[in-house]
């Protein structure tokens, strides 16, 4: 069975700096996509970052950037230029390339200090 | 132009009575999903339905009865409520079988039995 595990239950960072959120996942599957949710106070789920395990490129929206390293299957978010909105739940996620069930991790809040 | 939307946002209920919450997705997806949150935020799969068929049905009270009348809609039915179903119910959705796509989220629904 798949695992997705989230050793950093709280982590806080200072405005504008940077921090990066850890995951780690067990699973026997080469084929297999990676996502990180964001989930603010509003407690809506909110997509930030994907990530295809056939893809060696990190994926990159803006301040989110992944460290995807499949062998070690390890898959952290790094938030640069930390800004006050940044806090927030985030949850690791993986989905297997087919069928539709996904794992969540067990989420970081992450506290922005002004 | 909401994409998953689920009814409603608060339900306050005294223990022992039967409650429903609906949701609806407008994106044409095949897979829904009912995730329970807990207070300590654990994001746990309750249930799946593939085309209105459940696919997966995780060790969940029989108490609890999803509903999938189409595919654009699951409702949840949760009879004779206990304290101990305070949570935040989240409805989901996504496509089968594209790995790639991420699971879209309602803003939940926050249940309180008192």
Known sequence: ?114 | DTAVSQTPKYLVTQMGNDKSIKCEQNLGHDTMYWYKQDSKKFLKIMFSYNNKELIINETVPNRFSPKSPDKAHLNLHINSLELGDSAVYFCASSPYSTGGTEAFFGQGTRLTVV
């Open chain 1, 1 to 114: 069975a798949q695992t997705v595990t989230q050793s950093q239950p709280e982590m806080s960072v200072q405005e504008a700096e940077t921090v990066t959120l850890s995951c780690t996942y067990d699973t026997s599957e080469s084929d297999y996509y990676l996502f990180w949710y964001k989930q603010p106070p509003s407690r809506q789920m909110i997509l930030v970052i994907r990530q295809e395990a056939y893809k060696q490129q990190n994926a990159t929206e803006n301040r989110f950037s992944v460290n995807f390293q499949k062998a070690a299957k390890s898959f952290s978010l790094k938030i640069s230029d930390s800004q006050l909105g940044d806090a927030a739940m985030y949850f690791c996620a993986y989905r297997r390339n087919t069928g539709n069930q996904f794992y969540f991790g067990t989420g970081t809040s992450l506290t922005v200090i002004p």
